[in-house]
């Protein structure tokens, strides 16, 4: 079983919110609290695969979120689920087909609910292992969440003395939420429409492009443009001006170094290659870097809750260097969230290696107040680091 860092249950805050919403709305006024606690469980189901060892780092990656978050695997459990609540909770007086709806609702959230995320949830197993990933919704937003919370801690205060204002607090949460992540998808529709036109007269216009929410807000968006040698990055704030051009810095990346392991269908580099879309980052760095024991969760990495690093074993010869890929879509340069050891170079020669993954060097504080500057002005340079 893999090693899981405090992080990843933390992690499972707003899908405990959101299902503890969604049980109260289905069944809230017959079980009470209970309708909250078996959504709330309910929706955190799906994440129980980060217990799961896939065998190493990039299968863990690569794995989560795909048949635990499938959204015709979860229908097919549901009625179990259900008869099995029906069955614990028969005075409660709460039908078989009222707990079907809970469980169907609350677990069927969680990975639609993930999907908005860019990380990548394999909604259409086992017909397509397609990685769905918008971007619209960063991993922790509290203007998502914090509603939830709201209704649902307001709905267990009234639920025995005004069961009717309860039953409306629940639901005002719910909808706020859900016209919040309404909103997200209109602003990264916005932004990345500003940013295509803007490219449509540069040598830019037709590379891969990525617009991905900035880190807690929606406000300002972060933009990753692809190139044969590498990828731009900046930044665009929702409150820009119209026609202020946005900053694109360069970062070389040696893609070159993996064409042979691509070439002889690598898996791990292939894997990854697909899982990021194409969005991927490649350098090297010395043998004897530090690297994560075992693998390690989105938000474990962002708050540097990462299994204990130890280094990775000297290779007998010193000319050689590790080969990593990074996952250029979480993160920013040159802290990304997911960065795997592939291969090994000595001259020409690029060999594969186990993958092992590197634990995320953590931004500064001084992003967090970069981003809330650039979010109202482009008048701030580039951001630290």
């Not at 469980?41 to 690569?62: A, E, I, N």
């Not at 914090?146 to 629940?170: D, E, H, S």
């Not at 898996?267 to 990021?276: D, E, G």
Request: net charge positive.
């Amino acid at each position: 079983m893999r090693a899981v860092p405090a992080g990843d249950f933390l992690d499972s805050l707003t899908h405990i919110v959101l299902g503890a919403a969604l049980g109260t709305a289905v069944l809230g006024r017959k079980v009470g609290p209970r309708a909250a606690l078996w959504g709330a469980l309910c929706s955190t189901l799906p994440d129980l695969d980060v217990l799961v060892s896939h065998g190493d780092p990039v299968r863990d990656f690569t794995f989560h979120r795909a048949a635990s978050h499938s959204l015709f695997w979860l229908t097919l459990a549901s009625p179990f689920i259900a008869w099995a609540l029906a069955r614990l909770h028969r005075e409660a007086g709460a039908s078989f087909r009222g707990w079907l709806v809970l469980t169907w609702l609350t677990l069927i959230a969680h990975p639609l609910l993930d999907a908005f995320t860019v990380y990548g949830t394999q909604l259409l197993l086992p017909f397509s292992d397609y990685p769905v990933g918008m971007g619209s919704l960063f991993i922790i937003d509290p203007l998502y969440t914090v509603p939830l919370i709201v209704g649902v801690l307001a709905a267990m205060r009234w639920r025995m003395r005004a069961p009717a204002r309860a039953a409306r607090w629940n639901t005002v949460g719910l909808v706020a939420s859900t016209v919040y992540l309404a909103w997200t998808v209109a602003a990264q529709s916005h932004v990345e429409h500003d940013v295509r036109h803007e490219l449509a007269a540069s040598p830019l216009a037709h590379g891969r492009l990525l617009v991905t929410a900035a880190p807690f807000n929606s406000l300002l968006w972060r933009v990753v443009v692809m190139d044969d040698a590498g990828y731009f990055e900046g930044y665009r704030s929702i409150l820009d001006a119209g026609g202020s051009s946005i900053s694109l810095v360069h970062h070389t990346s040696e893609a070159r170094l993996l064409e042979p392991l691509l070439q002889r269908n690598d898996w791990a580099v292939q894997r990854l290659a697909w899982f990021a879309k194409g969005f991927y980052g490649v350098r090297e760095v010395g043998s004897g870097m530090a690297v994560a024991a075992g693998s390690a969760s989105t938000l474990g990495q962002l708050l540097g809750l990462v299994d204990t690093a130890a280094a990775a074993a000297p290779n007998s010869r010193r000319s050689r260097r590790a080969v990593v890929m990074e996952d250029l879509r979480m993160g920013q340069t040159p802290w990304f969230v997911f960065s795997f050891v592939v291969a090994e170079r000595e001259g020409d020669r690029v060999v594969p290696v186990t993958s092992q993954q590197l634990p995320m060097e953590r931004p500064p504080v001084a992003v967090l107040g970069w981003e809330w500057r650039r979010i109202f002005t482009d008048r701030v340079g580039p951001p630290p680091g």
